[in-house]
C-alpha cells in the first residue's frame, strides 16, 4: 500500500520558517521524482519544488526561488522542503507528489503565515 504522509505544517509569522516532511512506503522512493505543490483557496494547484531521483538536480518556482529549499534522504524514504522568509502569499495547502511509472499524492499539510 502506497503511503505519503506531510508533516510540519502550522501558523508562523511573516518571516518565520517551516520545515515540511514527507515520510512514504509502498513504492521504491529512490527511483521516483519528488515534488512539492501547493494549492492556496481558490486558485489551482501549482508546483513549489521538485528533486530528481538521486537528489542532484533541484528546481523551483520563481515565486520561492531563494527562498525554499527541497532535499530527500533516500535511506528514510522521505522527502523535506524547507521553507524560510515565509510571506502570507505561501499560505496553502502543501502537497507531496512522487512521479515515476505512476504517480501518488499525499493528503496535504497546511501552511499559514499570518501576524
Known amino acids: 500500500q502506497v503511503q505519503l504522509v506531510e508533516s510540519g505544517g502550522g501558523l508562523v509569522q511573516p518571516g518565520g520558517s517551516l520545515r515540511l516532511s514527507c515520510g512514504t512506503s509502498?513504492?521504491?522512493?529512490?527511483?521516483?521524482?519528488m515534488s512539492w505543490y501547493r494549492q492556496a483557496p481558490g486558485k489551482e494547484r501549482e508546483l513549489v519544488a521538485v528533486?530528481?531521483?538521486?537528489?542532484?538536480?533541484?528546481n523551483y518556482a520563481d515565486s520561492v526561488k531563494g527562498r525554499f529549499t527541497i532535499s530527500r534522504d533516500n535511506g528514510k524514504n522521505t522527502v523535506y522542503l524547507q521553507m524560510n522568509s515565509l510571506k502570507p502569499e505561501d499560505t496553502a495547502v502543501y502537497y507531496c507528489?512522487?512521479?515515476?511509472?505512476?504517480?501518488?499524492w499525499g493528503q496535504g499539510t497546511q501552511v499559514t503565515v499570518s501576524s
Open positions: 507528489n512522487a512521479r515515476g511509472s505512476k504517480a501518488f
Open positions: 509502498g513504492f521504491t522512493f529512490s527511483i521516483y521524482v
Open positions: 528533486i530528481s531521483a538521486t537528489g542532484g538536480t533541484t
